[in-house]
């Protein structure tokens, strides 16, 4: 059974930074590309970042490129999104999810996460 839960989420000030992590298991977690979705109140479900299976090729939303950086350790299991320089624009839910592909279709993924709240004050 695969499970991927999410860490690190809070409450943080405009212009903080926090570290979101992503334990997965149940699967072959280096054969997996990687992917950071979030959702806020009264929106849809939207990209965030993807990474490849070997850590190789990255993938960001305009939104944050620039200032999250997704990356992965699979030794571990983990897949990591650090946030800097964090908007209110920025609160959401933030969901890890796992696929064939890193890519910014919510289709690509076949396991997600059951989310972290992440709430940025100005």
């Known amino acids: 059974q695969v499970q991927l839960v999410e860490s690190g989420g809070g409450l943080v000030q405009a212009g903080g930074s926090l570290r979101l992590s992503c334990a997965a298991s149940?699967?072959?977690?280096?054969?997996?590309?990687m992917g950071w979705f979030r959702q806020a109140p009264g929106k849809e479900r939207e990209f965030v970042a993807a990474i490849g299976w070997s850590g190789g090729s990255t993938y960001y939303a305009d939104s944050v490129k620039g200032r999250f950086t997704i990356s992965r350790d699979n030794a571990k299991n983990t897949v990591y999104l650090q946030m800097n320089s964090l908007k209110p624009e920025d609160t959401a839910v933030y969901y890890c999810a796992a696929g064939g592909r890193p890519t910014s279709s919510n289709d690509t993924y076949g396991a997600w996460g059951q989310g972290t709240q992440v709430t940025v004050s100005s």
């Open positions: 149940g699967l072959t977690f280096s054969t997996y590309a």
